[in-house]
């Protein structure tokens, strides 16, 4: 079995879809994107295609490591968001030639079903609790909001109380239980961080994620040893190697590899089996499309230290479609009493709807990320 071509897609809202057809007539779907990046990435899909097209497509780990090492200069989100569509495309393809999912090729599964999470509240966290109150019943046992609004460097107390507000807000309505997780997105620098972590606590908070950014290690450090809620970050993390000095040094509770940043299922497999050996807890990112989530439930299929998985259905972002839009079977992400089921059809146990998605390609997007500025107008972290 030979490759054939490689196709993309820029479908919307703001995602990028490749096809890689074989001369056997299999076919593999993957999902290689940064979001607002999503046309650059693509030029580095067409671009690493010169490597694959005529050969195998079953010789997965090879062809990760020759569009990994045989570049000088690797890593970044861009290369690994084109290396990872390109890798859940060959696995798909695997699955489908051998009639598995894909999770029967990495071992088997440790479980049938993985908790999911609902988000809230949008860019600018408003009228959480009424969204947390629909996200319940719903039949979600968890939510994910965003924290703050932007913030300076050292910004007022009234911005922190907000924030808390709104936390005790969904806690109230979600009960004791009801699973919270807090993104600051990297909005928060150091000294308001620890403000607000502190001020957090009594609301136990499922987790904080990305209380600083992620290259501020020492600042996540000392936030780390100021609260005791559950830390997780690593969406901005890209391969094994961004996350060594990270797991070995503690300063985290959970990661959040992107199956379509990080390296696809070949990598990400490698990264979990890394933090299980910390005793640190995987969460998958996932604010993406129906590739991207499929792909991650074969991952949380076979990672023991899986406990949660992020998906969009809902999300802000999704304007004009949605994460079943580009699927034929529907009920493969049925969220049932706050799980989903993994997907037990071949490959990534999803059917692209080709047609669909070829429709509204013809559209595309041009999505980005707002530029958001303080009242002194200078830049801050969106």
């Known amino acids: 079995m030979k490759i054939t071509k490689m196709e993309t897609f820029l479908v919307p809202p703001r995602w990028l879809f490749l096809k890689i057809e074989t001369n056997e007539g299999v076919v593999g779907w993957g999902e290689p994107v940064v979001e607002g990046r999503a046309s650059t990435v693509k030029a580095a899909v067409e671009e690493l295609s010169e490597y694959l097209i005529g050969k195998d497509p079953l010789h997965i780990e090879d062809h990760w490591t020759v569009l990994y090492r045989a570049g000088f200069y690797r890593g970044g989100p861009i290369l690994m968001s084109a290396i990872s569509g390109i890798d859940q495309a060959l696995w798909d393809i695997k699955g489908k030639y051998y009639d598995t999912p894909i999770y029967q090729l990495l071992g088997g599964p440790v479980r049938d ?16 609790a009424d969204a947390a109150k629909v996200a319940k019943e719903a039949g979600f046992s968890a939510i994910k909001m965003n924290a703050t609004e932007e913030l300076q460097m050292i910004d007022s107390y009234e911005k922190i109380d907000q924030a808390v507000a709104r936390i005790a807000a969904v806690r109230e309505v979600g009960g004791k239980d009801f699973g919270i997780g807090i993104d600051f997105h990297g909005r928060v620098h150091k000294p308001m961080a620890k403000i607000l972590a502190k001020e957090l606590e009594p609301y136990r908070p499922m987790f904080i994620e990305e209380p600083v950014l992620a290259e501020n290690l020492e600042a996540l450090r000392d936030i780390a040893n100021h609260t005791n809620i559950p830390i997780a970050t690593g969406e901005r993390m890209f391969s094994r ?29 490698k990264i979990a089996t890394m933090a299980e050996a910390y005793d640190i807890a995987l969460a998958p990112h996932c604010p993406l499309g129906p590739i991207a989530l ?42 049932k009493n706050g799980f989903v089921k993994i997907p037990q059809g071949s490959g990534l146990g999803i059917e692209v709807n080709e047609e669909y998605v070829r429709k509204v390609a013809e559209v595309g997007h041009h999505w980005k990320n707002p530029v958001w500025r303080h009242k002194d107008g200078s830049v801050a972290e969106w």
């Open 113 to 128: 079903s993985i908790r999911v999470y609902s988000w809230i509240g949008g860019d600018r966290p408003n009228d959480v």
């Open 241 to 269: 190697w961004d996350y060594k000095r990270i797991l070995s040094e503690g300063y985290v509770d959970i990661i959040q590899p992107d199956l379509s940043h990080a390296g696809g299922i070949t990598e990400v497999r």
């Open 294 to 335: 499929a792909a991650s439930l074969q991952i949380d299929a076979v990672s023991y230290n899986a406990f949660i998985q992020e998906q969009s259905l809902g999300i802000h972002y999704n304007k004009g479609n949605d994460l079943l839009d580009y699927i034929i079977d529907r009920s493969v992400f049925e969220y």
